[in-house]
């Protein structure tokens, strides 16, 4: 089994539970691991035996841009619509909401999933 690690794919959304949040937005980062095996795709030289990382920014790009009230969800979205890509066996999703509005002096919040 090999895997994909896509990193620091940044995104616009909407996300959270206060009003302000899904009026002004905020930048998110994701971060994706595929497990597939590529292993023909390396010996060939052959973008059709692998994922295509284009495939992979849409779906993240579509799902950052559908509204929710928590990361969670938008993370649990992204992890089953890469499950149906061609060739994936499974991923780990991790978004990350730079800033929250949490009263503190927060880096980020992060959510991971794993399918």
Known sequence: MNS???N????????????EESLIGQL????VILRTDFTEAARTDDLKKTVD??????????QLRKRSKL???VTLRIA????????????E?????????INGDVEAVCTTVTL
């Open 28 to 31: 998110y980062v994701v971060d």
């Open 8 to 19: 620091g794919i940044k995104g616009y959304g909407y996300h959270g539970c206060m009003e």
């Open 4 to 6: 994909i690690h896509i």
């Open 93 to 101: 999703v991790k978004v990350c909401k730079p800033s929250p509005p």
């Open 71 to 73: 990361i969670e969800t």
């Open 80 to 91: 089953e619509d890469l499950m149906k890509l061609e060739g994936v066996e499974g991923v």
């Open 53 to 62: 990382y284009v495939e992979v920014n849409r779906v993240v790009q579509e």
